[in-house]
């Protein structure tokens, strides 16, 4: 009788999302949801400084009025839908799969496919956009179809998809602590503005831009020179309250990420408004922020201008996308790119969404081999297909999710908030106005009729406080993924060859061919040796399996390809 009346007072959302199965609180979804939200958000910013600069007309400081305000308005068509796809993807992930688990544009995916449309080859957005589409439609057959889905998993080695959450996490925190600007690597193409690069001068688009860091910290020559120092006392603050917070709160990524942008906004009202020496407080390094809010630049204005619906790129990729012309001209193989492109997807594809789900699990959020797991897999394979189809690049299960779960986050409603967040966010920049680290840009450009300027530069901002937290979830997918057996070879070297081969090629999908391929050759070589050592019969070398063999073989043409 207890458990009939028990189960009769459960709320309905409580009944979905099965919060007291998992020993989840609603006030603790919430806050996971709106913390996952606020990273994925400027990780998706981060995305877009990606697309954009293929998209966009030239150079902002060679570009003419009209071609400014043209290209905010590719810029908030971009925003607008990645935004609304997210929004969807995650919705989908939270009321199907049920786990706090959401959907956002892959910067990983997006770099492997933007890196196709060089000079040379002839490729355009929409080829690109068609071969996503190849690729996710290949992805959703083989996520899909749960016999399917069991062959694929089974093919992956095991000690390659435990690797696979420290391959992810190392190339999450390297990337992420060169986009805060604090930190550069000589020779880097991260397509980001980090903390100290100067906004007040139009930049050229036409090339990667470089960081500046602590190596030409750029006081010279920025006029809101404390702006580098104040970011920089924000992300101490956040690393110094990680470890107290990890201990003590329920809610340590989120609480990082509060404390680290209250001291970052409370500093640079302090120190970069206020002149001391003048006693007086100058708006001007706040102009873009709030012009951003509410000015003439603002979203809501793009999208109430009509001017962005003509900048959509919904279905491009079956009326451009088949038209490789330039790129044969070029002297390009469009078998082999369509083959080697679309083996390439589906590893990194599956490769970043386990890579995930292994650290969820890990953390005990759900099952890694579950059936929420697999309903997790079919939403991301669908959310592909849907991407490339509305214009936007790939979709991938974010890693952001693992803050998440630290902040105890159990269950779908962790997405569904997050979702919620993202449609915000689609019609106001609210988490940039918050968050975004370069503020400074011309001040002496004319306030009238700049209509597109602001977006343009706003869009290639830094979130250096929120990429610190980005070093710490990677680096909590590494430690949660050094449970090894390191004393057996094969293990050994596949964990190194995965982690290696990301970090050297910052491609997931390399590290999984690098690992698979390592472990079939430790494998074959002890079992060759145990054979020529104790007689045993050669037919033992088969123990590998034939789907491993396959992955094998087809990580092999994924290496080959990438060398082509």
């Not at 706003?458 to 070093?471: E, T, Y």
Request: hydrophobic share 55%.
């Amino acid at each position: 009788m207890a458990s009939r009346s028990d189960a009769g007072a459960r709320s309905p959302l409580d009944a979905f999302f099965r919060l007291r199965e998992r020993r989840a609180r609603v006030s603790d979804e919430i806050i996971a949801g709106l913390g996952v939200c606020a990273l994925s958000v400027c990780g998706m910013f981060v995305n877009m400084q990606l697309i954009v600069q293929r998209l966009v007309s030239g150079p902002y400081a060679e570009a003419t009025q009209a071609q400014v305000a043209a290209n905010g308005e590719v810029i908030a068509a971009t925003w607008f839908v990645t935004m609304l796809v997210a929004f969807a993807a995650s919705l989908l992930m939270g009321l199907v799969a049920r786990l706090p688990l959401v959907q956002t544009t892959s910067l990983g995916l997006s770099s492997v496919l933007i890196s196709l449309m060089g000079t040379a080859t002839g490729l355009t957005y929409a080829n690109v956009l068609l071969l996503s589409f190849v690729g996710a439609l290949v992805y959703a057959v083989l996520m899909g179809v749960p016999a399917v889905r069991r062959v694929v998993l089974a093919a992956i080695p095991e000690p390659v998809r435990r690797a696979l959450p420290a391959a992810a996490g190392l190339l999450i925190s390297f990337v992420a602590l060169q986009l805060s600007g604090l930190v550069t690597v000589a020779g880097s193409e991260v397509p980001a503005y980090g903390t100290a690069t100067v906004l007040e001068s139009a930049p050229d688009t036409a090339a990667l831009p470089a960081i500046v860091g602590w190596g030409s910290l750029g006081f010279g020559s920025d006029k809101y020179h404390p702006l580098l120092l104040v970011t920089a006392v924000a992300c101490v603050v956040a690393l110094a309250l990680f470890p107290v917070a990890k201990r003590r709160s329920r809610h340590p990524f989120g609480l990082v990420l509060l404390a680290g942008t209250v001291v970052f906004l409370a500093l640079y009202l302090g120190l970069v408004c206020y002149s001391a020496g003048t006693d007086r407080f100058s708006t001007d390094s706040l102009w873009a922020r709030l012009w951003m809010g509410g000015g003439e630049d603002a979203m809501q204005f793009h999208l109430l201008s009509g001017a962005v619906m003509s900048n959509l790129s919904i279905g491009t990729l079956f009326s451009q996308g088949a038209d490789f012309s330039a790129y044969v001209s070029a002297g390009g193989n469009v078998a082999l790119l369509v083959l080697g492109s679309v083996a390439t997807y589906v590893v990194m594809a599956l490769s970043d969404a386990l890579s995930t789900i292994e650290a969820v699990a890990a953390a005990g959020a759900c099952e890694r081999d579950g059936a929420d797991a697999g309903r997790a897999l079919a939403c991301n394979a669908l959310a592909n297909v849907a991407a490339p189809v509305l214009g936007v690049s790939p979709i991938a299960i974010g890693q952001e999710s693992v803050a998440g779960v630290e902040d105890r986050g159990r269950t779908g409603l962790t997405a569904v908030v997050a979702a919620l967040g993202y449609l915000v966010n689609a019609f106001v920049w609210l988490v940039p106005f918050f968050m975004v680290t370069v503020t400074s840009y011309d001040v002496t450009f004319n306030m009238v009729g700049h209509y597109g300027f602001v977006m343009q530069l706003l869009a290639q901002c830094g979130f250096a406080v929120a990429d610190v937290v980005m070093v710490l979830v990677g680096a909590t997918m590494a430690v949660s993924a050094l449970g090894q057996e390191w004393r057996k070879y094969s293990v050994a070297a596949a964990f190194a060859a995965t982690v290696g081969g990301t970090l050297f090629t910052s491609n997931i999908a390399f590290g999984l061919a690098c690992g698979t391929i390592a472990y079939v050759l430790a494998e074959a070589t002890r079992r060759r040796a145990a054979v020529e050592r104790l007689g045993e019969d050669p037919s033992a070398l088969r123990r590998i399996g034939v789907p491993t063999l396959a992955l094998c073989a087809l990580s092999v043409l994924i290496l080959a390809f990438a060398l082509v």
